[in-house]
């Protein structure tokens, strides 16, 4: 349960782990508040800049970096067709489908 993350990131700093993997903002909060050294690692986030996890996108700062779900504004929908077109080059329609109701996609 999201409660007992604060208590599960603890215990990885006592254990001194590598690198904490994280998901969502509840486990993503946890390990930030756990731990400024032990690097982590975002697999997926909201809009981790609202959030408070990280200074911006580009420049997250800190030891924390990953990737966010959030498609709408500061080009980072731009970013994900830059690496798209690397590795399909003879892309040519993409579509994207998602949740306008959830604030992490809601347009920009």
């Not at 903002?25 to 946890?30: F, I, M, S, T, V």
């Not at 997250?60 to 080009?75: F, L, S």
Request: net charge negative.
């Amino acid at each position: 349960a999201a409660a007992d993350l604060p208590a599960l990131a603890a215990d990885l700093v006592r254990l001194r782990v590598d690198v904490i993997v994280t998901s969502g903002y509840p486990g993503n909060k946890a390990a930030k508040d756990a731990t400024t050294s032990i690097p982590i690692v975002m697999a997926t986030s909201g809009d981790a800049v609202q959030e408070g996890l990280v200074a911006s996108l580009a420049r997250p700062g800190g030891n924390i970096t990953g990737v966010t779900a959030w498609i709408g504004g500061m080009g980072f929908a731009g970013k994900w067709m830059e690496l798209l077109k690397e590795v399909v080059p003879d892309v040519s329609h993409v579509a994207v489908l998602s949740n306008s109701a959830n604030p992490a996609c809601a347009p920009a």
